[in-house]
């Protein structure tokens, strides 16, 4: 068997045999294949995609790489939730946090960055000490200790992810619905999970910006999931602006904190509440979303949620003080404030923009192995539909060194857009698919 061949069968819209797909995803997995015939792959699956029988045998051949965690030793449900890359997202530790002070287990094995996205490791890492490399032994007793544990995929736990996962940050396909599902189920499906909630964003700063796309990719998700026998439910929310205010890993964890004070911004806290209490009915199936989103609300503004998060982070050998102290938390030593040309409303904010600029500031990779800076970042003054004065500020740029920060400043302005007339309100949840 070819490489070649199936780089053809796919440029040309074929569909490839269940054998085909099991010899390029083994080649991956051992480096048998040159970069360049994976990357011509990954190209022809972005353009010609899937049919329904490709990808299941994709995602199943994922699966199978790695038998689930074993996490019957800890009693009770495991609900895991996964976003599919947002700017400014932090739903998974805010909706997670909430889920466990509920006694329900969260496990997640969460990613990096990919493109102008913010990914929930690089967050946490920003937490002095936090782990996320961790053995599955050590996994298990952080999940079962405190109900919520997160750790970064390894090659001897996810053989295929890693590699595929650069593999698609260097091949521009990224945004690939098919490459999208098969990753992200497979991951999640090996935390050993008895379901997830999956957040698929649309919008400008979402890997799939139109709305059929996420659309595409939520059905298809579902349908693999049921067809794999597991419990899967999709949201389709938004992301054409930043979601919260603070975009930027230590920024981000400020953010976290505050939203679990129950003193967050209004969009990040009604997303993270409307995730957390599907993933609550998911456990107890005989609760209704109603009391679900009450227990949520309690949970948010009595502190558990706060209290399970300082847990999570001591668990995995972080700096809890951190979570009251957030000078002990990476912090930029200049900051910038860039102030709105005229009066009026602010009609659009492109989230992909505030993205690019955060990357130019150094705080995004260029690839999975590329340092960052976890303190710069944006912090958004205004949000879409708010009305501005001339020379009010729009947002804060926080940044360490001067390099690019002219052209992150020119990112960030053409990002928004000041209008005479107030913009229409996009609903925060489009859709749930289930």
Do not use: W
């Not at 493109?115 to 929930?120: F, K, L, P, S, V």
């Amino acid at each position: 068997m070819r490489m070649v061949d199936l780089i053809r069968t796919k440029r040309d819209g074929g569909e490839l045999t269940p054998e085909e797909m099991s010899f390029f995803i083994d080649g991956l997995t051992k480096g048998t294949l040159p970069d360049h015939q994976i990357s011509a792959l990954l190209m022809a699956i972005f353009f010609a995609g899937f049919s329904d029988q490709e990808q299941f045998e994709f995602t199943d051949t994922l699966m199978k790489l790695t038998p689930p965690l074993d996490l019957s030793s800890i009693p009770g449900p495991k609900i895991g939730k996964h976003s599919t890359g947002g700017v400014g997202d932090k739903t998974s530790m805010v909706a997670g946090a909430l889920v466990a002070s509920a006694g329900v287990n969260v496990p997640m094995i969460v990613g990096r960055g990919l493109g102008h996205t913010g990914g929930t490791l690089d967050k946490m890492e920003s937490i002095p000490g936090f782990k996320t490399q961790m053995s599955a032994q050590e996994f298990q007793a952080s999940l079962g200790s405190v109900h919520f544990a997160m750790m970064a995929p390894t090659e001897a736990f996810l053989p295929a992810d890693k590699k595929l996962y650069s593999m698609r940050n260097d091949s521009a396909t990224v945004e690939s619905v098919p490459l999208i599902v098969g990753s992200l189920l497979s991951k999640k499906f090996a935390e050993g999970t008895d379901g997830v909630v999956l957040d698929v964003k649309t919008g400008a700063g979402a890997l799939t910006a139109k709305m059929t796309d996420a659309r595409q990719l939520a059905h298809s998700m579902v349908t693999v999931g049921k067809r794999l026998g597991k419990n899967v439910i999709a949201l389709i929310s938004d992301m054409e602006q930043p979601l919260g205010n603070a975009i930027g890993h230590a920024l981000e964890i400020m953010e976290t904190v505050q939203t679990l004070r129950g003193d967050g911004p209004e969009d990040l806290e009604e997303l993270s509440l409307e995730i957390a209490s599907r993933m609550m009915v998911m456990a107890k199936p005989d609760l209704t979303l109603e009391a679900a989103k009450d227990q949520m609300f309690k949970a948010l503004n009595e502190g558990a949620g706060l209290q399970k998060f300082r847990e999570l982070v001591a668990a995995q050998g972080g700096n809890a003080d951190a979570i009251d102290n957030f000078e002990l938390l990476p912090n930029a030593t200049a900051d910038h404030a860039i102030t709105s040309p005229r009066t009026g409303y602010i009609s659009k904010i492109s989230a992909d923009g505030i993205g690019l600029a955060v990357a130019l500031l150094g705080g995004r990779r260029d690839n999975p192995e590329a340092a960052l800076d976890a303190a710069v970042g944006i912090v958004l003054e205004h949000k879409t539909g708010d009305h501005i004065q001339a020379g009010e500020p729009l947002c804060t740029i926080y940044h360490n060194q001067d390099s690019n920060l002219e052209e992150a400043i020119e990112t960030i302005e053409e990002a928004f857009r000041i209008s005479a007339t107030p913009p229409e309100t996009r609903p925060l949840v489009y859709e749930v698919i289930q």
